[in-house]
């Protein structure tokens, strides 16, 4: 997983070796100070050297310029570097997702999956800038620091760097529990972020039903389990921070006491001991630093991680020798067909062919694989066994992206995207003109609902569409499927949740919208589907009946119990 992390730094492996070397520089000058201040109280002051003092005045002035300088293109160029790693993952990530099966998103709740998009590829960004620049920096003060005292006196380098290996294991001993306490949070975040979109997106629902207190109770229970995690966390890196904390403190202490000895007993001088206790205090920032980093690495690493359980989920793929499904004629035929879900037998050895330009309907019970059976043909799902062909090609050997360019579906749950009506009409072909928009609208029925809006087509529709009528969207959907115009269509109860006015100028726009397409229609209400080519009564996993609409209720059979109902 590390080797994944680093390899993100490739693309700005220039500007990230140039952030570490001016790294280098600034921990340079760090290092220069105390030795000036050593020379400046043992050989300039006693010697009352003013030229020395002067030139020690105007070259520490320069070094902090310089140190400035380096503190702005790290502090700057650094996150530079992060925030384009960020983007990337983002947008690796965000590709990724379209071509992840349906079942992922059936069992990931988008909150969860917008947290590890924003809050987890935050944690990761701020990892990549100041990770390893930390860990730089860090490194080369504490190997100049114990390089420089050695020269000075062995024997108390040695005592002060005796307490560093302490240090180090008490970091490391906190690492799983950090890690675990972090990772936990990340979940419960995630969870809280789906309460609050699934609340958000139903908030409607929720003041029609008067369901507020329900749904308090809910965000409470998700929101109490944030903060315990986050408690957890917190007393962890309390732990961690006060533990290391105490032993930069005995390192201090250490140099403190040990150096005064040192100093009493005439074995190092006063400028020797002022020595120390500067680069004590410059190598306990690097300390400081490396044990933020620790916070700060398990904090972005568990990011990574949650990232990586999504890039690492399984895509859709073609095979190696897949074709382009090209000139399609829209024959479809289901060959012995089975398919489960989660474990439970749906559909089993459904056998059908639809020939080239006839309608196909599917009624049925609810939960009778009616819509599964549709969403099998663009492979929104994969089946167990049999075969699916679209012009005598199996959909298994065509190329994924071709086979759903030839397909065109209209639901009963109209999705509108966050936009104009031009935005959404266009969705079925980005490159279409001005005159092509404007007769897919008409074959709809909604332009001249659209004349009548001020901004027309370029009219705002709010989120989902939330401006619009049931009507209004559904017809929106039909237009962009004219415009796509797919030879296959899949019309899944497309008139269901409407009133019968709407339902009557919806259907006269699906009418021409069918003619001369293979078309499949779940059916709701029966009266839509008396002159289908093809009747088929779904039940339980198979096929019950399957005829045209006077064969099945001559045969007094399931269909015509259900056009009795429908009568009532």
């Given at each position: 997983m590390?080797?994944?992390?680093?390899s993100f730094?490739?693309?700005y492996?220039v500007l990230?070796?140039?952030?570490?070397?001016?790294?280098f520089?600034a921990s340079?000058?760090?290092l220069?100070?105390?030795?000036?201040?050593?020379?400046?109280?043992n050989?300039?002051?006693p010697?009352?050297?003013v030229?020395?003092?002067?030139?020690?005045?105007?070259t520490l002035?320069?070094?902090?310029?310089i140190?400035a300088?380096c503190?702005?293109f790290?502090?700057?160029w650094g996150?530079?570097?992060g925030?384009r790693?960020?983007?990337d993952?983002?947008?690796?990530i965000?590709?990724h997702l379209q071509?992840?099966p349906n079942s992922f998103?059936?069992?990931?709740?988008?909150?969860?999956?917008?947290?590890?998009?924003?809050?987890?590829?935050?944690?990761?960004s701020?990892l990549?800038?100041?990770?390893?620049?930390?860990l730089f920096?860090?490194?080369v003060?504490?190997?100049?620091s114990?390089?420089?005292?050695c020269t000075?006196?062995?024997?108390l380098t040695?005592?002060?760097f005796a307490?560093?290996p302490?240090i180090?294991?008490f970091?490391l001993?906190?690492?799983k529990k950090?890690n675990k306490?972090?990772l936990d949070?990340?979940?419960?975040t995630?969870?809280v972020?789906?309460?609050?979109q699934?609340s958000?997106?139903?908030?409607?629902i929720?003041?029609?039903?008067?369901?507020h207190?329900?749904?308090?109770?809910?965000f409470e229970?998700g929101?109490a389990?944030?903060?315990?995690?986050?408690?957890?966390?917190y007393?962890?890196?309390?732990e961690?921070?006060?533990g290391?904390?105490f032993?930069m403190?005995i390192?201090?202490?250490?140099?403190?006491?040990g150096?005064g000895i040192?100093t009493?007993?005439?074995?190092i001088n006063?400028?020797d001991?002022m020595?120390y206790?500067?680069?004590?205090?410059?190598?306990?920032?690097?300390?400081?630093?490396?044990?933020d980093?620790m916070?700060?690495?398990?904090n972005g690493?568990?990011?990574?991680?949650?990232y990586m359980e999504?890039?690492?989920?399984?895509?859709?793929?073609?095979k190696?020798n897949?074709v382009e499904?090209?000139?399609?004629?829209?024959?479809i035929e289901?060959k012995?067909?089975?398919f489960?879900?989660?474990?439970?037998k749906?559909?089993?050895?459904i056998s059908?062919?639809i020939?080239?330009g006839?309608?196909?309907?599917?009624?049925?019970?609810?939960?009778?694989g009616?819509?599964?059976l549709c969403?099998?043909?663009p492979r929104?799902y994969?089946i167990d066994?049999?075969?699916?062909?679209?012009d005598n090609?199996?959909?298994?050997?065509v190329?994924?992206?071709?086979l759903?360019?030839?397909?065109?579906?209209v639901q009963q749950e109209?999705?509108?995207?966050t936009?104009t009506?031009r935005d959404?009409?266009?969705?079925?072909k980005f490159?279409?003109?001005e005159?092509?928009l404007i007769r897919?609208?008409?074959?709809a029925n909604?332009?001249?609902?659209i004349n009548?809006?001020?901004e027309?087509?370029?009219t705002y529709?709010g989120?989902?569409?939330?401006k619009?009528?049931?009507?209004?969207?559904q017809?929106i959907?039909?237009?962009?499927?004219?415009?796509?115009?797919?030879p296959?269509?899949?019309?899944?109860?497309?008139?269901s949740?409407?009133?019968n006015?709407t339902?009557?100028i919806?259907?006269?726009?699906?009418?021409?919208l069918?003619s001369g397409?293979?078309?499949i229609v779940?059916a709701h209400r029966?009266?839509?589907?008396?002159?289908?080519?093809?009747?088929?009564v779904?039940?339980?996993t198979?096929?019950?009946?399957?005829?045209?609409?006077?064969e099945?209720i001559?045969?007094?059979?399931e269909y015509?119990k259900l056009?009795?109902?429908?009568?009532?």
């Open positions: 590390i080797k994944k992390f680093i730094y490739k693309p492996k990230f070796t140039l952030d570490l070397i001016v790294a520089i340079l000058c760090d220069v100070y105390p030795i000036m201040t050593r020379d400046l109280i050989e300039s002051i010697n009352r050297d030229r020395m003092i002067e030139t020690f005045a105007v002035l320069i070094i902090f310029l140190k300088a503190g702005y790290m502090q700057y996150h530079v570097v925030v790693m960020q983007g993952m983002r947008r690796h965000f590709k071509k992840l998103f059936d069992n990931n709740k988008t909150g969860d999956i917008m947290s590890r998009i924003i809050n987890d590829l935050m944690d990761i701020e990549a800038h100041h990770g390893p620049e930390d920096i860090s490194i003060m504490l190997i100049g114990f390089a420089i005292l000075i006196n062995i024997p040695l005592l002060i307490f560093i302490l180090v294991w970091t001993y906190e690492r950090m306490a972090f949070t990340k979940v419960k995630g969870a972020n789906a309460n609050l699934n958000i997106s139903g908030i409607k929720s003041k029609a039903f008067v369901s207190e329900s749904e308090e109770e809910k229970a929101n389990k944030f903060i315990k995690a986050r408690e957890i966390a007393k962890v890196m309390a961690y921070s006060s290391a904390g032993g403190d390192l201090s202490y250490v140099g403190l006491i150096g040192f009493f007993i005439g074995i006063v400028g001991f020595a206790m500067l680069f004590i205090k410059i190598f306990i920032t690097p300390i400081k630093k490396l044990i980093f916070e700060q690495f398990q690493i568990t990011g990574f991680q949650r999504i890039m690492d989920a399984e895509r859709e793929k073609d190696d897949a499904l090209e000139n399609v004629k829209g024959e289901f012995n067909v089975d489960s879900y989660e474990g439970k749906v559909l089993e050895n059908v062919k020939e080239k006839k309608m196909l309907a599917l009624v049925g019970a609810s939960g009778g009616k819509t599964t969403n099998l043909i929104f994969e066994n049999g075969d699916i062909l679209i090609k199996s959909i298994y050997d190329k994924l992206d071709s759903r360019e030839n397909i065109g579906i109209v999705f509108l995207f936009g009506i959404n009409i266009l969705y079925g490159d279409a003109t005159e092509e897919a609208a008409e074959m909604i332009h001249e609902f009548t809006l001020p027309g087509y370029d529709i989120e989902r569409g939330v619009l009528s049931g009507g209004q969207k017809r959907s039909i237009a962009r499927v004219f415009l796509k115009n797919p296959i269509l899949i019309l899944d109860e497309a008139t949740a409407l009133d006015a339902e009557h919806i259907q006269e726009s699906l009418e021409k069918c397409r293979t078309t779940v029966l009266s839509t589907i008396r002159n289908a080519d093809e009747i088929i779904l039940g339980n198979g096929i019950m009946e399957k005829g045209t609409h006077e099945l001559k045969k007094q059979g015509s056009h009795e109902f429908a009568a009532v």
